[in-house]
């Protein structure tokens, strides 16, 4: 069974390959939105060709392509993004040929015309992106806060996304635990992406440009987690002048430096807690001597001199946290994040892309018990990935990814539960897995992206020859309704070992699953449908039924250090997701309604999560 599937992947694969074709009497129209102030790409742009009422979006590079133009006529095309002003140019399209047109926009009025509105509908007509949410920085910040702006925080927001209180900013994504979501910073997973027992984010805003969430639904280029994407991607830098600042916040002060390099920018940004007194208030005044910091450099060279076309990428990025009682008598408490990480992302002559990615992200948790009751506790967890994927995109306007990505991980665990049993887990395994998918686009009125991840090897002992199809379709029936849905299989190879229990988590080691489990895996239906009353509002509606196999849970009988630490469970999840957006200048008014039900089963004990929240409601204007 499992060859069979491995042939028919290959097969897939070689004739959508031996498809590319270029038409003779179409052109394409390619080049990269930037910032005119700054020189920073701008992603998730809009493009749109007046005459032919079609447009795309810029990718997270902010390169765009439009094919299956006809050539040797003149079009106008009209660029916007929300907080600049529109640019409108004129562009005749060659023959078998791809136009480059390079447009910078400069910051302006944050309102779109009636045309671009037009043209957004126009990009997303067919657009597979059910549970997918684009995220801007100045979203964020507009949005209400406790301290100051925080990316994880603004997740409450969503339907869907369920939080267990003010005190953390963990969040849990339909019915799934938190160590089931995967974050990504720059393509390099984090692996602990909180401060302050999880008060708040490592992520300072101020280092992002953009973000995309998948809720659910993800297709074929994620993998290793089972129920949601957080992918981030850090700022370029300012490649026309230099430029700094610095904030204090009433828990933190910042400082952002940023300029340009030859063929390139770099961009570096710091924030560390000064003022610990503020955390009391999220712990009913109890005192926390808190320390936490973070970091994040990154260089970019783009000489056309030495590679045409190439883009490079040197990214570092390092956070820590200490918790010093001053007091014998309690334990104490250090983590931290290292990342570092190489990208080289590259354009050809044809309609081709790809992306080159390495990374290392290193976790290191230790408690430190001193004289306290506390365990003595200490893990440590190495992540070594290599990922290398390409896009085709045909005339047709189909296009084609494929890929593949080899992870190594290494983790070391000392850990001593509440009954004194200490225990001593070593574990290293590698992942190599391939994925391809082909997104059918062709019809203005639906799209479908059909692919699939196949683990040849697992990280852990039970995760090999795992076969992992997705699929998602839109469906647009009428220009003011799409109906939208997905599904797919996924595998997780890294978990948690944590207490339920504990309103604030102190200490959730990292580790491969082990071979006495089944490797975690999840099954994701979801099916909903996206209505534009007029240019002004919108509602989306989801429902979503999410099934849980060999998901791991604490093994609170164990007793002797022979017992096993971990427990396999299954679990379910399904829900009613509704939202709404009004935007009329100068408001915008949105909200959102979440039924949900979640729960648990672990050996043979059916129990409900603190995350399973019945009813969730959001206001926000």
């Known amino acids: 069974m499992n060859l069979k599937y491995c042939l028919l992947f290959s097969i897939i694969v070689c004739c959508l390959i031996s498809n590319i074709t270029f038409s003779q009497s179409n052109g394409k129209l390619r080049g990269i939105i930037k910032d005119r102030s700054s020189g920073e790409t701008l992603s998730f742009a809009n493009v749109y060709i007046k005459e032919l009422h079609i447009g795309t979006s810029t990718d997270k590079h902010g390169y765009y392509l439009i094919s299956s133009l006809p050539a040797n006529k003149e079009y106008t095309v009209i660029v916007s993004y929300i907080g600049y002003l529109s640019t409108i140019k ?49 979203s964020i910040k507009a949005l209400p806060k406790g301290v100051e702006s925080d990316v994880f925080r603004s997740l409450q927001y969503m339907p869907g996304v369920n939080i267990t209180g003010d005190v953390s900013a963990k969040f849990y994504v339909r019915g799934s635990d938190n160590n089931q979501n995967l974050i990504l910073l720059n393509g390099a997973p984090i692996y602990n992406p909180f401060h302050a027992l999880g008060l708040f984010s490592v992520i300072d805003p101020e280092m992002i440009k953009d973000i995309k969430f998948f809720k659910g639904g993800f297709t074929s280029e994620y993998g290793g987690r089972l129920s949601s994407v957080m992918d981030l991607i850090t700022i370029d830098g300012n490649r026309n002048n230099f430029s700094g600042q610095a904030s204090l916040s009433l828990l933190t002060a910042k400082t952002k430096i940023e300029g340009p390099i030859p063929g390139g920018s770099f961009a570096f940004t710091a924030r560390k807690s000064y003022y610990s007194s503020i955390l009391k208030k999220f712990l009913n005044n109890k005192t926390i001597p808190y320390d936490f910091y973070d970091a994040s450099f990154k260089i970019n060279y783009a000489n056309q001199n030495f590679i045409p076309g190439a883009k490079f990428v040197i ?3 390092l956070s820590g946290d200490k918790f010093n009682n001053k007091n014998f008598l309690k334990e104490d408490f250090k983590f931290s994040n290292n990342i570092f990480g190489f990208s080289w992302f590259q354009v050809y002559d044809a309609p081709l892309f790809s992306e080159l990615n390495i990374s290392v992200s290193k976790f290191d948790g230790e408690v430190i018990p001193n004289f306290s009751t506390a365990g003595a506790d200490k893990n440590e967890l190495t992540d070594i990935t290599f990922n290398y994927k390409f896009n085709y995109i045909y005339d047709s306007k189909d296009e084609i990814a494929a890929g593949l990505q080899i992870t190594s991980v290494k983790d070391k665990l000392a850990i001593e539960n509440n009954s004194g049993t200490f225990s001593s887990i070593q574990n290293s395994g590698a992942n190599f897995s391939l994925f391809a998918k082909y997104k059918f686009l062709k ?52 978990t948690t070992i944590t207490d339920e229990n504990e309103v604030i988590s102190l200490f959730e080691p990292y580790v491969i699953v082990p071979a006495y489990l089944q490797t975690p895996k999840a099954m994701h239906y979801s099916l909903g449908a996206e209505i534009f009353f007029n240019d002004y509002w919108k509602m989306n509606s989801e429902v979503y039924y999410k099934k849980l196999d060999n998901i791991t849970a604490l093994n609170e009988d164990k007793k002797f250090s022979s017992d096993p630490d971990l427990v396999s469970a299954t679990g379910e999840s399904y829900g009613l997701e509704l939202s709404s957006e009004l935007t009329y200048k100068p408001f915008k008014f949105l909200s959102s ?7 648990k089963e672990v050996k043979k004990w059916i129990y409900y999560p603190r995350y399973d929240s019945r009813h969730f409601i959001n206001f926000i204007l």
Do not use: C, M
């Open 315 to 317: 990214h570092y990025f």
């Open 90 to 138: 004129k562009v005749v399209i060659q023959p078998n040929k791809i136009t480059k047109l390079d447009i910078l926009l400069l910051p302006g009025e944050n309102e779109l015309q009636t045309i671009e509105k037009i043209g957004e509908r126009v990009i997303e007509k067919n657009e597979t992106d059910i549970g997918l949410k684009r995220i801007s920085i100045k």
């Open 443 to 494: 019809i203005e009125e639906f799209g479908l992206d059909v692919g699939a991840r196949y683990n040849f090897n697992g990280i852990s002992k039970n995760g090999s020859n795992f076969f992992e199809p997705r699929i998602s379709f839109t469906f647009r029936p009428a220009v003011f309704l799409a109906l939208k849905g997905a599904w797919g299989i996924y595998q997780q190879e890294v």
């Open 593 to 599: 309604y979440t039924l949900s039900y979640a729960y």
